[in-house]
């Protein structure tokens, strides 16, 4: 079946440490995102990416990074300088714009920073 | 810049009663707006969109939503609520058609309640 697959689902890190989380898709699509989900504060844009090798940072890309080296993959590192990294992590994939816009996310990360 | 305010952090309703959720928004070039539920510890599954076709659009387990520009609203609405309904539930809008892209800017989401 056709969907997006993140890695891992629970990751616990000390603090200082950088953690990659990664996101899959095959569904053929163009695009694919990051969102960092936390209480109170719905979801927002960390990173995108509409084609291979290029990405552009969303609302709260510091402390983030991202590559996009093939068109099914789109890792994303929480380094060191991430201040507050605790958070529900969600990947999500879309075709070009032009269409109707709609996203297509994963089961998402949690990452617990002790 | 788009944005969406959703009225209602928290809000709970009898099983078999109406759902109403409500999100207003802001856009300079006409919407695309949708809405998603996620269950806890999951990914946001879509309910239901508009992208400027009929006003008064029809999703999945018995959900609606009514597009009225005057407003600048998109409510969610389901006329009788069941236990399975108890979710969180976000509006989102789009920058396209206008936009380079179709970035989703969401609202702080609504947590349903269902009660017996």
């Known amino acids: 079946d056709g969907g997006i697959t993140q890695s891992p689902k629970y990751l616990f890190r000390k603090e200082g440490q950088n953690v990659t989380l990664s996101c899959e898709q095959n569904l053929n699509h163009d695009a694919m995102y990051w969102y960092r989900q936390d209480p109170g504060q719905g979801l927002r844009l960390i990173y995108y990416?509409?084609?291979?090798?290029?990405?552009q940072k969303g609302d709260i890309a510091e402390g983030y990074s991202v590559s996009r080296e093939k068109k099914e993959s789109f890792p994303l590192t929480v380094t060191s300088a991430q201040k507050n990294p605790t958070a529900f992590y969600l990947c999500?994939?879309?075709?070009?714009?032009?269409?109707?816009?709609?996203?297509?996310f994963g089961e998402g990360s949690r990452l617990t920073v002790l | 810049a788009q944005s969406v305010t959703q009225l209602g952090s928290h809000v709970s309703v009898s099983e078999g009663a109406l759902v109403l959720l409500r999100c207003n928004y802001s856009?300079?070039?006409?919407?695309?707006l949708f809405w998603y539920v996620q269950y806890p510890n999951q990914g946001l599954q879509l309910l239901l969109k508009?992208?400027?076709?009929?006003?008064l659009v029809k999703g999945i387990n018995g959900f609606e939503a009514e597009f009225k520009k005057s407003e600048t609203s998109f409510h969610l609405t389901k006329p009788s609520a069941h236990m399975s309904d108890a979710a969180e539930y976000f509006c989102a809008v789009s920058d396209l058609p206008g936009g380079g892209g179709n970035k989703l800017t969401f609202g702080t989401g609504t947590q349903l309640k269902v009660e017996l």
């Open positions: 508009y992208t400027s076709a009929a006003t």
């Open positions: 999500a994939s879309s075709l070009i714009a032009g269409v109707s816009g709609e996203l297509f």
């Open positions: 990416s509409q084609i291979v090798n290029d990405f």
């Open positions: 856009s300079s070039v006409p919407p695309y």
